[in-house]
């Protein structure tokens, strides 16, 4: 059974326009959400993270939007640039001392 | 350079052999995690040690076992190989147990033929 779910497997955006990666999760007892992003040959990195006692959580282009009635988040990047280009991995941990629970991660296609 | 290394980059072996795959740490860095990539799946958490100790087991299978040394490197070995544990295989390591700060080596890449 996935907890976290991305159905969306890619997404296209142009350029300078505003990037919405979706995320769903069905555990309940999650409390920190967190994105990594992951370029080919490369291991994940850390992006941006939310406890579950906000709704939003930004650093610089990257908002993460947490919806716990919905068990929805979202990854916005504005504006999109070239080398936002990757994978996007939503995660989920039910708290500090638990693992952290992966999607199967959105590859995001900015174009020029 | 992440500061988590991983070797070897890329390993390919027969089916019912044995490997293992090494992982050493970033410098201060006390856990380790092991994850597992498919083709077409997320990350899937396979075990996760804390100075030396076991802390949590996800769905790792018991030909697969771990360990930490005492220089807190670790050694994830797959044994029995079958086709189906083609994969990459993902180390990430933390100051702290539980700390949100995973940083993640670049992988070994498994293929068995």
């Known amino acids: 059974d996935q907890q976290v779910k991305q159905n969306s497997p890619s997404l296209s955006v142009q350029e300078g326009r505003i990037s919405i990666l979706n995320c769903d999760y069905t555990n309940s007892m999650f409390d920190y959400f967190l994105w990594y992003k992951k370029y080919p040959a490369e291991g994940p990195t850390f992006l941006i993270s939310i406890s579950s006692i906000k709704d939003k959580n930004e650093d610089g282009r990257f908002t993460v939007f947490l919806n716990k009635s919905a068990k929805h988040l979202s990854l916005h990047i504005v504006p999109s640039q070239p080398g936002d280009s990757a994978v996007y991995f939503c995660?989920?941990?039910?708290?500090?001392?638990?693992?952290?629970?992966f999607g199967k991660g959105t590859r995001l296609h900015i174009l020029p | 350079d992440s500061g988590v290394t991983q070797t070897p980059k890329h390993l390919i072996t027969a089916t019912g052999q044995r490997v293992t795959l090494r992982c050493s740490p970033r410098?201060?860095?006390?856990?380790v995690y092991w994850y597992q990539q498919s083709l077409d799946q997320g990350l899937q958490f396979l075990i996760q040690y804390y100075n030396g100790e076991e802390r949590a087991k996800g769905n790792i299978l018991e030909r697969f076992s771990a360990q930490q040394f005492p220089d807190l490197h670790s050694e994830l070995n797959l044994s029995s190989l079958e086709l189906g544990d083609s994969a990459l295989y993902f180390c990430?390591?933390?100051?702290?147990?539980?700390?949100?700060?995973?940083?993640f080596g670049s992988g070994t890449r498994l293929t068995v033929v």
């Open positions: 995660a989920a941990s039910e708290n500090r001392d638990d693992k952290i629970i």
């Open positions: 410098s201060g860095d006390l856990s």
């Open positions: 990430a390591s933390s100051p702290l147990w539980g700390d949100y700060g995973y940083t």
